[in-house]
């Protein structure tokens, strides 16, 4: 099996390491990611700038390419460029910090997945809910359980697989459920300052509110100590609106 691997942290980012020792037990892995960290890239792309790639190695052992753009740049190019062979799937990860909620349309880590799906490739994205002190261990346990679930045979055509990890040691996890995305927003602040020229600039600063009344969503998981597994597909339709609509034009036809 042929794995790709990418993430939003960057190349050098501690997430990414762990995510291709894991990988590796499971098949070749080519690691495709940003040069730098691109968190909250979204899915963005770039078109007015080249894309320019370094091999990185760790020592002798070549570890893979950096890239100058986003995570969705480092998906186009490694199927359409940089590998050999389409891979079979495409990881992304592991991620320090939560993907949950709302922050799914901003994460560059869940990005790197859909592109995968996009291009016919099946994806999953891994994250660790935590900014500090992460138990890198139990990301790792996580994600080979979830590999040896879904790596074959478990993952739907269209869709990909969004992995939240509570940071926990591993022997206090209590498990792993299915959850929906829960309906959240920040509420943000922007801080105004001044630099040493005397330019104005200002700092983004927010905090999560949730929305959704629901237990089975992602962020309570697990906040309750679950790992949250999250199918996502990037059809955006409203489909009880479009319903809505056909309903009101032929009415009005």
Not at 1 to 18: E, F, K, T, V, Y
Not at 163 to 174: A, D, T, Y
Not at 227 to 238: E, M, S, Y
């Given at each position: 099996?042929?794995?790709?691997?990418?993430?939003?942290?960057?190349?050098?980012?501690?997430?990414?390491?762990?995510l291709r020792?894991?990988?590796?037990?499971?098949?070749?892995?080519?690691?495709?990611?940003?040069?730098?960290?691109?968190?909250?890239?979204?899915?963005?792309?770039?078109?007015?700038?080249?894309?320019?790639?370094?091999?990185?190695?760790?020592?002798?052992?070549?570890?893979?390419?950096?890239?100058?753009?986003?995570?969705?740049?480092?998906?186009?190019?490694?199927?359409?460029?940089?590998?050999?062979?389409?891979?079979?799937?495409?990881?992304?990860?592991?991620?320090?910090?939560?993907?949950?909620?709302?922050?799914?349309?901003?994460?560059?880590?869940?990005?790197?997945?859909?592109?995968?799906?996009?291009?016919?490739?099946?994806?999953?994205?891994?994250?660790?809910?935590?900014?500090?002190?992460?138990?890198?261990?139990?990301?790792?346990?996580?994600?080979?359980?979830?590999?040896?679930?879904?790596?074959?045979?478990?993952?739907r055509p269209?869709?990909?697989?969004?992995?939240?990890?509570?940071?926990?040691?591993?022997?206090?996890?209590?498990?792993?459920?299915?959850?929906?995305?829960?309906?959240?927003?920040?509420?943000?602040?922007?801080?105004?300052?001044?630099?040493?020229?005397?330019?104005?600039?200002?700092?983004?600063d927010g905090?999560?509110?949730?929305?959704?009344?629901?237990?089975?969503?992602?962020?309570?998981?697990?906040?309750?100590?679950?790992?949250?597994?999250?199918?996502?597909?990037?059809?955006?339709?409203?489909?009880?609106?479009?319903?809505?609509?056909?309903?009101?034009?032929?009415?009005?036809?």
């Open positions: 099996m042929n794995i790709l691997l990418c993430n939003d942290d960057g190349i050098h980012a501690p997430g990414l390491r762990l020792d894991t990988a590796r037990e499971y098949g070749e892995v080519s690691v495709v990611a940003p040069e730098y960290e691109r968190s909250a890239a979204g899915h963005s792309i770039t078109l007015a700038d080249p894309l320019r790639t370094k091999e990185i190695y760790h020592g002798d052992d070549f570890f893979g390419w950096a890239v100058s753009g986003t995570p969705a740049d480092c998906v186009k190019l490694a199927v359409c460029a940089l590998l050999d062979e389409p891979p079979d799937i495409v990881l992304s990860g592991v991620n320090l910090g939560s993907n949950t909620g709302i922050s799914v349309l901003y994460s560059g880590t869940v990005s790197a997945a859909t592109e995968g799906v996009i291009l016919g490739i099946p994806g999953i994205a891994f994250s660790l809910c935590t900014y500090e002190t992460p138990h890198w261990e139990t990301a790792a346990g996580v994600v080979r359980r979830v590999l040896d679930r879904f790596l074959h045979n478990g993952l269209g869709s990909l697989l969004n992995v939240n990890i509570p940071n926990l040691p591993h022997g206090e996890l209590r498990g792993m459920k299915p959850a929906g995305m829960g309906k959240s927003r920040f509420v943000e602040k922007f801080h105004k300052r001044t630099d040493p020229q005397g330019n104005t600039y200002y700092w983004l905090e999560l509110e949730i929305l959704d009344r629901t237990d089975d969503i992602d962020i309570r998981v697990v906040g309750e100590g679950y790992v949250a597994l999250t199918p996502i597909h990037f059809d955006l339709t409203d489909r009880d609106w479009l319903d809505h609509l056909r309903d009101a034009s032929e009415h009005t036809e």
